[in-house]
Nanobody
Framework: QVQLVESGGGLVQPGGSLRLSCAASRSINSIYSMGWYRQAPGKQRELVASVTRGGDTDYADSVKGRFTISRDNARNTVYLQMNSLKPEDTAVYYC?????????WGQGTQVTVSS
């Protein structure tokens, strides 16, 4: 089955930027969608951004205008560009892939926004 490898998380100051990457082990051309979720301590996992096979994107209201999801089919990779980061963005971020086989999750990467 497909494997997802995430990178790009870390510690950043408020107002800073990070770019998360999620590389899939096979072509993402035929999948239903890929997305980024996040989970903060004591909270449920929430959808941050998603992109469909057709290229349609969706964002949580809390990140709209600050985050951008994109895909590079040639590299089997999706990205999450995060700008103007706030302390409330602190969470473990998970990449997801939906296909006819079901949902696959990445390992999760910690993003901490703090002074």
């Amino acid at each position: 089955q497909v494997q997802l490898v995430e990178s790009g998380g870390g510690l950043v100051q408020p107002g800073g930027s990070l770019r998360l990457s999620c590389a899939a082990s096979r072509s993402i051309n035929s999948i239903y969608s890929m997305g980024w979720y996040r989970q903060a301590p004591g909270k449920q996992r929430e959808l941050v951004a998603s992109v469909t096979r057709g290229g349609d994107t969706d964002y949580a209201d809390s990140v709209k205008g600050r985050f951008t999801i994109s895909r590079d089919n040639a590299r089997n990779t999706v990205y999450l560009q995060m700008n103007s980061l706030k302390p409330e963005d602190t969470a473990v971020y998970y990449c997801s892939l939906d296909s006819w086989r079901g949902r696959t999750w990445g390992q999760g990467t910690q993003v901490t926004v703090s002074s």
